[in-house]
């Protein structure tokens, strides 16, 4: 872990952490820009939604990725749209990711509070707009199954 | 054994002696779907060499009819009707599920990353531009089903129930052995289900096309989130 003396010295280089996190700031997420985006659909997710009564039409994946620093900072979370004609909504389940946010003083916020974060920072940007539009894939994901 | 005292096991840690043959009896209770009945399944932890006669067999079968009759993977290694590849060695560990009849409705393999692994051999590009692990305090987990053969079928809360068994005693028998944490890799919605059970898990990069599905490398922190998760309290030693 890396320690960030005040809050105006200039913030050290985004480094894997020993246990795989990227700690950062939240500011220093906010200011990324994820240039790879990723969406695919989902059936086997849209029944599971289904089944939590969610009136699922489509449901799927959205996985962004910011490789323009040293490190690849990702985030993944699911998604679903209600009907034909609405917009993709936030699937429950929280996020995936390889961050972990810190304070200024370099304090890791916890995995809940990355989590509450990272669902603030995603409800400020339309990443519906994205969807379907970047490297768009179909795959149906039916498995419970690593490899 | 009666249900108090199958109850009363669920109230105490796992103890797991890695180097002998271990089982233990779960007992499920279905509230949804099935109201009312029991489910108990069996799970088995050991080397080859400790595994009862015939389970290795049982499972390279039900490994086939999983990864390459029902999944479709393409596994050169595989002979017709057992799946086995060069990552079933004598020191690899395995966690076994058995139903109430005796079959195997779930599997699960573990392999110190100080030895050769399957992420670290066949798909190291999943860990991006990370180093890929090489400790015995690390292991991987692979081979990871519980996907129902031979037309069973199970509903969704059965199979959660499975998956979340299963995955339990992966965790118990690796921090058992040694391990702090595990990595492994999966489709998308996998980690989704595992990350969902509330265990401590965090992505090691981007996912990645496999076979046009996208696939992604992921740690599983052996620690006290992902315990306190399963309500199990292993021993001393788990990080906070």
Same mark, same amino acid.
Not at chain 1, 82 to 102: D, K, R
């Given at each position: 872990?890396?320690?960030?003396?005040?809050?105006?010295?200039?913030?050290?280089?985004?480094?894997?952490?020993?246990?795989?996190?990227?700690?950062?700031?939240?500011?220093?997420?906010?200011?990324?820009?994820?240039?790879?985006?990723?969406?695919?659909?989902?059936?086997?997710?849209?029944?599971?939604?289904?089944?939590?009564?969610?009136?699922?039409?489509?449901?799927?994946?959205?996985?962004?990725?910011?490789?323009?620093?040293?490190?690849?900072?990702?985030?993944?979370?699911?998604?679903?749209?209600?009907?034909?004609?609405?917009?993709?909504?936030?699937?429950?389940?929280?996020?995936?990711?390889?961050?972990?946010?810190?304070?200024?003083?370099?304090?890791?916020?916890?995995?809940?509070?990355?989590?509450?974060?990272?669902?603030?920072?995603?409800?400020?940007?339309?990443?519906?707009?994205?969807?379907?539009?970047?490297?768009?894939?179909?795959?149906?994901?039916?498995?419970?199954?690593?490899? | 054994?009666?249900?108090?005292?199958?109850?009363?096991?669920?109230?105490?840690?796992?103890?797991?002696?890695?180097?002998?043959?271990?089982?233990?009896?779960?007992?499920?209770?279905?509230?949804?779907?099935?109201?009312?009945?029991?489910?108990?399944?069996?799970?088995?932890?050991?080397?080859?060499?400790?595994?009862?006669?015939?389970?290795?067999?049982?499972?390279?079968?039900?490994?086939?009819?999983?990864?390459?009759?029902?999944?479709?993977?393409?596994?050169?290694?595989?002979?017709?009707? &057992?799946?086995?590849?060069?990552?079933? #060695?004598?020191? !690899?560990?395995?966690? %076994?599920?058995?139903? $109430?009849?005796? /079959?195997?409705?779930?599997?699960?393999?573990?392999?110190?990353?100080?030895?050769?692994?399957?992420?670290?051999?066949?798909?190291?590009?999943?860990?991006?531009?990370?180093?890929?692990?090489?400790?015995?305090?690390?292991?991987?987990?692979?081979?990871?089903?519980?996907?129902?053969?031979?037309?069973?079928?199970?509903?969704?809360?059965?199979?959660?129930?499975?998956?979340?068994?299963?995955?339990?005693?992966?965790?118990?028998? &690796?921090?058992?052995?040694?391990?702090? #944490?595990?990595? !492994?890799?999966?489709? %998308?919605?996998?980690? $989704?289900?595992? /990350?969902?059970?509330?265990?401590?898990?965090?992505?090691?990069?981007?996912?990645?096309?496999?076979?046009?599905?996208?696939?992604?490398?992921?740690?599983?922190?052996?620690?006290?989130?992902?315990?306190?998760?399963?309500?199990?309290?292993?021993?001393?030693?788990?990080?906070?």
């Amino acid at each position: 872990m890396y320690s960030i003396p005040s809050p105006h010295s200039p913030l050290p280089p985004l480094e894997y952490s020993d246990n795989g996190y990227i700690r950062l700031t939240y500011p220093q997420f906010c200011a990324l820009h994820f240039p790879k985006r990723l969406s695919v659909e989902d059936d086997d997710l849209r029944r599971e939604l289904i089944d939590q009564a969610l009136p699922a039409f489509c449901a799927g994946y959205c996985d962004w990725v910011d490789d323009t620093t040293s490190v690849q900072v990702c985030i993944g979370w699911a998604w679903f749209i209600a009907g034909e004609s609405t917009t993709q909504q936030l699937a429950p389940g929280g996020f995936s990711s390889n961050v972990m946010f810190i304070s200024l003083e370099g304090v890791d916020l916890g995995v809940a509070k990355t989590n509450e974060l990272l669902e603030n920072w995603l409800a400020g940007i339309s990443w519906q707009a994205f969807t379907g539009f970047d490297e768009v894939g179909n795959a149906k994901l039916s498995v419970h199954s690593l490899h | 054994m009666t249900q108090s005292d199958l109850s009363a096991d669920r109230r105490f840690p796992l103890t797991v002696n890695f180097y002998s043959y271990h089982q233990r009896h779960v007992l499920f209770q279905y509230g949804h779907g099935k109201q009312g009945a029991v489910d108990m399944l069996t799970i088995v932890v050991g080397k080859q060499e400790q595994l009862q006669v015939g389970v290795e067999a049982e499972l390279a079968a039900y490994r086939y009819k999983v990864f390459v009759e029902h999944l479709g993977w393409d596994l050169p290694i595989a002979q017709i009707g &057992a799946e086995r590849d060069q990552f079933d #060695r004598p020191d !690899t560990l395995y966690v %076994v599920v058995k139903d $109430r009849a005796d /079959r195997i409705c779930g599997c699960a393999r573990l392999l110190p990353t100080d030895e050769p692994y399957l992420l670290g051999t066949v798909f190291p590009h999943l860990m991006g531009n990370q180093t890929l692990p090489a400790s015995a305090e690390i292991w991987e987990l692979s081979r990871y089903t519980t996907q129902l053969v031979d037309g069973e079928i199970a509903s969704r809360e059965e199979a959660a129930e499975r998956f979340r068994e299963l995955l339990r005693a992966v965790c118990e028998t &690796a921090f058992a052995g040694g391990a702090k #944490r595990l990595i !492994t890799f999966s489709y %998308v919605g996998v980690e $989704r289900i595992a /990350r969902n059970f509330g265990i401590h898990v965090h992505r090691v990069g981007p996912s990645q096309l496999v076979d046009g599905r996208p696939v992604v490398a992921f740690w599983i922190e052996l620690d006290e989130q992902t315990f306190n998760a399963f309500d199990a309290h292993p021993q001393d030693g788990v990080a906070h």
